[in-house]
């Protein structure tokens, strides 16, 4: 099981070299095919509309696309990352629609943005990620597949042949280590 998470994560991390190196389309494609769907679902499940959820996700893509060279896969997977960009490319999408209309705008010089947030939030992003990257293989695995891949408990079960109230006790035991490190 483990074994094949991690080499499915070297075949994703090899597209992602793939694009950087050679802008390969059709690596692109495949990324594109897996990565897709499931960043939409993973944003309408935290609360984003179909339309919102629809524009991160073409977003989030097109970041893959442009930024491949950045993805360092010493530091985090592939499913990380991807959907990593995507929840900053919500949280953007968020904050451009709650500015005012430029009728609004008051004049004069325009404040800084808030630096400490924006440090604040790609910490959180990177001790998250440290943390999935720490939890024991078979946690980390259901983790990704509840999470970032869009499966339910039963769908795991199936796919993996685990009994479904093993698959939950490590889905909770992995929320809880995640919870304790993040403090």
Known sequence: ????????????????RRIHEKQDRQAFTALFRHFAPRVKAFLMK???????????AQEAMATLWHKAHMFDPSRASVSTWVF?????????ALRRQRRPEPEELPWGPEAEPDQADAMTLRQESEKLAEAVAKLP???RALIEKAYFGDLSHSEIAAETGLPLGTIKSRIRLALERLRHAMG
């Open 46 to 56: 935290s609360g984003a509309g179909e339309t919102l959820a629809e524009e991160v």
């Open 1 to 16: 099981m483990a074994t094949a998470a991690l080499a499915k994560d070297q075949d994703w991390a090899e597209l992602v």
């Open 137 to 139: 293989d078979k946690q």
């Open 84 to 92: 990593t960009i995507a929840r900053n490319r919500k949280i953007d």
